[in-house]
């Protein structure tokens, strides 16, 4: 039975590799993105551009968009990284870090709660670097804590929404070769490709249930330290 999976940051990276694997599968796919690209625009999903969801316009587009849209699964995947160090401490970006990769998420995901009903399932695509106990080297202080900020929502997402039986998942993709570029305008290098990765997290969200609701994966499978 088809799926309606609608999905954030959607044209390129791990998201347009989701969002080609669901369209695979026969499932209909709602990509959100502020701006599209020639690759999305070839998958022939639903394509919902100009969003930006770390405003509330933005927020209203996609909810207008998906009114009267069931969702199975709303997969939270949109980031940004930026580099700060000690020694080059930019309150600007950390900000933004925070309203892209924590804020916005939980946003959009009480925005859109009226079309999810018993079964359905948040995901959010987080990071490890949002691991206290996994930092060992440091720095990057706006992305360690803006996903360290997003994993404690998503944990409380996933109580306040038990009692509706929805589920919520809190993953890690792995070192994934993508384009996201940092100040320093490099690349992220990976491990594994952005398919791989992909792949692993839509089968985590296949089998998340509300018993393991709220725990912080690796796309491995492996449970992660807070």
Known sequence: MARTIVITGANRGIGLAMSRIC???????????????????ALEVNIIDKVDITTE?????AKTALAHTHIDLLINNAG????ESLQDFNQTTITEQFAVNALAPLALSQALLTNF???SKIAFITSRMGSIADNSSGGRYGYRMSKAALNIGAM?????LAPQKIAVGIYHPGYVQTDMVNTAGGTSNG????????QRLLQLMKELTLTDSGVFRHSNGEVLPW
């Open 191 to 198: 491990d594994i490709s952005a398919a791989i990765s992909a």
């Open 117 to 119: 009903n018993s079964g």
């Open 23 to 41: 369209k695979q599968n026969g499932d209909i796919v709602f990509a959100l993105c502020r701006q599209s690209s020639p690759q999305l625009d």
């Open 80 to 83: 940004i990284l930026r580099n």
């Open 57 to 61: 316009n933005g927020i209203e587009r």
């Open 156 to 160: 409380s997402l996933a109580k306040d």
